[in-house]
């Protein structure tokens, strides 16, 4: 199965976000073992949906809150975002650890809230550019999945997205993704172990149509999560493309 979805972080207003939908929805089809989905804004989650959904797409929420209800003001909960038309949610994205202060132990509980609100999680990890200079890359993506020994294994989707590469052009280079990949692999095996689901690993980080097909040919790579070639429609339904 290959993957593709796009995050459009705090980007588009609602009317872009219904021309990118038409005009996205105009170059592409999805081919069979095809999986796609949008994670757009809150705002935009019921009009993305209404527009997506019915041509089989996911849309992600960018992140929910690990309670079902109640005084969390600016947050939104794993049943809203079911209603609001989600099949999935992105959590712990490196810009919600780093920015907003997201914990494993926070993401433990939302992964738990996902699975019981029938959301999809598409979990984030990733090393910043000291930890891989200082050697840490595949200790930190060990302990980034040690929150699976506390959730137990479920409908899951990983994306390996090294900090350094996101919204720099400098995407990682080849033998990088094979590394980290083939690693989160064994480790998600271990989580899984005794179960049949396979877990798809996709990578994130300066991801266009002109290096997609390159990473879908690493071992390992599943598809790719996308921020910025993901607000262009005819960029977004290529790299779509070159997953099918
Ligand atoms: P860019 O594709 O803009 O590097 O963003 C990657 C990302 O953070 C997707 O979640």
């Known amino acids: 199965m290959r993957c593709v979805v796009a995050n459009w972080k705090m980007n588009l207003s609602f009317e872009e976000a219904r021309t990118f939908c038409e005009d996205f929805l105009g ?18 989650l019921h009009l993305v949906s209404d527009l997506v959904r019915p041509k089989g797409l996911h849309v992600f929420g960018q992140n929910g809150h690990a309670e079902p209800k109640g005084a969390f003001t600016g947050e939104v909960s794993m049943p809203q975002l079911r209603d609001a038309g989600c099949s999935g949610v992105l959590l712990g994205h490196s810009e919600r650890r780093q920015l907003f202060g997201e914990t494993d132990a926070a993401l433990i509980k939302k992964v738990k809230a996902a699975w019981q609100w029938d959301l ?21 993506l060990g302990q980034q999945l040690a929150i699976l020994g506390e959730t137990g294994p479920g409908p899951l989707w990983v994306a390996y997205e090294p ?13 990088q993704v094979a590394e980290a990949h083939a690693f989160i692999r064994a480790t998600l095996n271990r989580y899984f172990a005794g179960t049949e689901y396979q877990v798809p690993i996709l990578y994130g980080g300066s991801v266009t149509p002109e290096t997609f097909t390159e990473l879908l040919g690493i071992p390992e790579v599943a598809g790719g999560l996308v921020g910025g070639a993901s607000l262009d429609p005819a960029k977004f339904a290529a790299l779509v493309k070159q997953a099918g």
């Open 27 to 44: 170059h592409v089809s999805l081919g069979a073992g095809t999986e796609a989905g949008i994670a757009p804004p809150y705002t935009m």
């Open 120 to 140: 999809l999680p598409l979990l984030c990890i990733g090393e910043t550019l000291e930890q891989r200079d200082a050697g840490q890359t595949l200790d930190v």
């Open 163 to 175: 900090v350094w590469a996101i919204g720099t052009g400098r995407r990682a280079e080849a033998p």
